[in-house]
């Protein structure tokens, strides 16, 4: 058998002469024949094991390093599985008692001191100093976190004076009319981001989304028609709030960062925020700014107005800082869902606090202006979303 094989290797040698190189073809034929061995499934060598460990270990250290140190220590009390669920649903509590404690204070200042250029001005404010002093401290990552480029700058800068021109109109009108009606019509906003995502972007909305919007629309009719408070001041601002959000919901897209975290990128929205709010506040009431302040002082008192200021001021940045928070760890569309709930908490709270007479046809539409807007999020739920496109 030895012998056959070696005349066949051989031959073989031989007939591959023009293939093989010359020397080639005698090594093989020199060669003595070795028996044939079914070679072995190939292992790692302690090297490579050595090597793989270290590759796993330094992945496991990665992710011990991104672990959220709250969940972490809320991991110890609930356990690993609950923790992230536990801190997701403590960031959206935060945001609606903030958030309904902002718009009820808010509202009890402008019974005595209806300024709200000047007010709006005084939210941005303080929560600038708020940031700063984050930062002083060395808790960047509840600030700033870092300095920011030139680039970076342009690219938050119209989002941003978006969120400030918005801020002021929606303030306006929590001053002329009812915090309900306010809320109601800011539902519409979702028909605000179709139009200018479809003028500005050329996304289209499905046409399930569109539809919804209807009920939307016809809800803020009617809660408009029947609102006992209802005066254009308060319903053109609340809708001039709807469109300068949209444009800032649509400009974020464009200019969307991820080298920011949501903290960082709400803290410099608010420093952007003071330098427009200042000048157009003192444009608007800088004439009569002094005056009003004494008219307040005298019905309220200096300790309660200005702790009213600034405790005003500190709802409105941390109900925005944990919705912020909130969006970066739950999807777009739970985040619509949450903002749905949140609007029927504050108008319902606010008709209970400030003892409102709503009317059956003012509830009956805001009633279904809300479900408009809970359909509209359903629908965009199942939009297939596509990358940003550069800007």
């Not at 649903?89 to 009820?104: E, S, V």
């Not at 002329?176 to 979702?190: D, G, Q, R, W």
């Not at 709807?242 to 800032?248: D, E, H, K, Q």
């Amino acid at each position: 058998m030895a012998l056959r094989l070696t005349k066949a290797t051989c031959g073989v040698g031989l007939r591959a002469r023009e293939h093989v190189a010359p020397k080639a073809v005698l090594a093989v034929a020199r060669s003595p024949v070795q028996p044939v061995r079914i070679a072995p499934q190939v292992t790692q060598t302690p090297r490579q094991d050595r090597f793989a460990s270290v590759v796993v270990r330094s992945g496991a250290d990665a992710g011990a390093k991104e672990v959220d140190p709250l969940e972490n220590a809320v991991s110890k009390v609930v356990g690993p599985k609950m923790a992230s669920t536990v801190v997701t649903l403590g960031y959206i509590a935060l945001w609606y008692a903030l958030n309904i404690g902002f718009n009820l204070l808010n509202k009890s200042i402008f019974k005595y001191f209806p300024y709200p250029w000047t007010v709006s001005t005084v939210h941005v404010i303080v929560g600038l100093v708020y940031c700063v002093a984050m930062y002083a401290i060395g808790l960047k990552g509840a600030s700033f976190g870092r300095i920011i480029t030139k680039e970076e700058f342009g690219k938050i800068f119209g989002p941003a004076s978006m969120h400030a021109i918005g801020h002021i109109a929606a303030n306006i009108s929590f001053a002329a009319v009812a915090i309900s009606l306010t809320h109601t019509v800011k539902t519409l906003e979702p028909a605000f981001n179709v139009l200018l995502a479809k003028l500005i972007l050329g996304e289209a909305t499905p046409l399930p989304a569109v539809l919804s919007l209807v009920p939307i629309m016809l809800g803020v009719a009617m809660a408009s028609a029947g609102e006992l408070s209802f005066n254009w001041t308060g319903f053109l601002t609340a809708m001039a709030s709807n469109l300068t959000f949209g444009f800032r919901a649509v400009w974020s897209k464009m200019a969307m960062t991820k080298s920011l975290a949501s903290t960082s990128l709400y803290a410099y929205t608010t420093l952007i925020s003071v330098l427009i709010c200042v000048p157009l506040a003192l444009i608007a009431e800088g004439s009569t700014l002094m005056k009003g302040v004494e008219v307040a002082i005298a019905k309220v008192g200096a300790q309660r107005f200005y702790t009213d200021l600034f405790l005003v001021g500190l709802l409105y940045h941390l109900y925005n800082q944990f919705a912020f928070n909130t969006l970066q760890r739950v999807s777009p569309v739970s985040h619509g869902v949450c903002n749905v709930v949140k609007r029927i908490a504050i108008i319902f709270s606010s008709v209970i606090f400030f003892n409102q007479v709503m009317t059956q046809q003012a509830l009956i539409g805001t009633c279904i202006a809300i479900g408009g807007t809970w359909l509209y999020t359903e629908a965009v739920k199942k939009k297939p979303h596509a990358p940003p496109k550069a800007a």
